[in-house]
């Protein structure tokens, strides 16, 4: 591939604009800090070991990306990734990362990511909450919070629209970086969501109860 930059550095305001004319913006960070605040409309995809494989499956091949991390290096890291399986069309990434973006006065989304004890009490206070676990058929079956409805991760955007009749959803995966991406989605097409912190490996941790009872969409 040779050398690959982490092109244009795009002021916060520009992304926006492009971000409107229907570029798509990668948050690079992971899962609590994507939480906390993040570009309206971005889709949460940290960068590490599994990123390109995600990147391929969620992003779509025809449409400009926009890119957001903390480091130059970091962009550099993302743009080679991206280009290995085909997704070329890169624009840039915005200066100065979430921070320029806040001082920008830009809009800023956020939603709660929240620890398995959390989760486990406010489920059991019947909060309406409908927790959507979006692991493999295997790790499902291996078990899941009671309750749940499981939907893998690839099929999520082709089933979203199954779930409107939610009002909040907490996304669950193994260890909380599917879960981020597919909190990222569902904000973005319009949900209330929550991110549960640490996915089933935390959930396990805590002692907090599972089931191997059926429930799909």
Known sequence: LGTLS?????????????MDSGHLLIDLRNQTDFGRRHAPGSICIGLGKSFS??????LPA??????????????ETAVRALVRVGLDDVAGHVTGGIEAW?????PVAHHEVIPSNELQERLAAEEDLCVLDVRTD???AQGHIPGAVHIVLPDLPNKIEQLRDHDTLVTICA???????????LERSGFTVLDQLGGMAAWNRDGCTTTKDAACL
């Open 6 to 18: 982490a092109g244009h550095a795009i002021a916060p305001e520009d992304a926006h604009a492009l």
């Open 53 to 58: 494989t995600w990147a391929a499956w969620m």
């Open 62 to 75: 025809d449409t400009p990306l926009l890119l957001l991390g903390r480091s130059t290096d970091e962009i």
């Open 102 to 106: 806040t001082e920008a006065g830009l």
């Open 138 to 140: 295997g790790e499902w």
């Open 175 to 185: 260890g909380g970086y599917r879960s981020a991406i597919a909190a990222s989605l």
